[in-house]
């Protein structure tokens, strides 16, 4: 066994090592935290669905307000959905955005 492997095996193995909860909340769920920063306004429900504490439901209904009101002004105006208070938005708020990055420039 090559030292590489046994470290793996170790790092893997170690109970000790701290984890967050939203890490075991994901965990638990079966979700992992998006990877990529999407746009509120072009994301699709299941985009939105991948969300940890977002499901079909939620994700149609955000969909749907979009489709009603039109374009999100702000990622703070998912705020005005019900299904999603501040401590799911403070989740999730990292991987929204409004307009793409190359309108910022």
Not at 1 to 17: C, D, H, K, R, S
Not at 28 to 40: E, F, H, L, Q, Y
Not at 76 to 102: A, N, T
């Amino acid at each position: 066994m090559t030292g590489a492997m046994l470290l793996a095996i170790l790092l893997v193995a170690q109970p000790g090592l701290p984890r967050s909860a939203t890490s075991i909340e994901q965990e638990r769920k079966g979700k992992t935290a998006p990877v990529t920063v999407i746009d509120v306004n072009q994301a699709t429900e299941q985009d939105f669905a991948g969300f940890p504490g977002i499901g079909p439901k939620l994700a149609r209904r955000i969909v749907a307000y979009r489709e009603k009101h039109g374009p999100f002004r702000r990622v703070e105006d998912l705020l005005v959905i019900r299904g999603i208070g501040h401590k799911k938005w403070r989740r999730i708020r990292p991987y929204l955005r409004v307009g793409s990055d190359e309108s910022k420039k």
